[in-house]
Nanobody, 121 residues
Framework: QVQLVESGGGLVQAGGSLRLSCAASGNIFDFNGLGWYRQAPGKQRESVAVFGGGGNIIYADSVKDRFAISRDNARKVLYLQMNSLKPEDTAVYYC???????????????WGQGTQVSVSS
């Protein structure tokens, strides 16, 4: 069974940093669409940082120059380094991937369970 598990969230003061991790487990044949999303209370889920086609990275304007997405394909881990955090960054952060398991060879969207990031002023 393929699953994504986030970690690294927590409470931090404005200006601080956090590093989120998303570890994939299971027998994965192929994947794409790696990215981080977040959902603040009362708001819709939004894209934060996503790997686009050809390795291009698309950042939300609100996090450009502060957040950095990276990945380790060999270890099947996706990261989000968050610096200069602001109170408005407070949200539940989710990792996402389109994954094609070896056993099914069928593409599906996978989401992590979410990790809470809270930034105090």
């Amino acid at each position: 069974q393929v699953q994504l598990v986030e970690s690294g969230g927590g409470l931090v003061q404005a200006g601080g940093s956090l590093r989120l991790s998303c570890a994939a487990s299971g027998n994965i044949f192929d994947f794409n669409g790696l990215g981080w999303y977040r959902q603040a209370p009362g708001k819709q889920r939004e894209s934060v940082a996503v790997f686009g086609g050809g390795g291009n990275i698309i950042y939300a304007d609100s996090v450009k120059d502060r957040f950095a997405i990276s990945r380790d394909n060999a270890r099947k881990v996706l990261y989000l380094q968050m610096n200069s955090l602001k109170p408005e960054d407070t949200a539940v952060y989710y990792c996402h991937a389109n994954i094609r398991p070896r056993i099914s060879r069928s593409w599906s969207n996978y989401w992590g369970q979410g990790t809470q990031v809270s930034v105090s002023s």
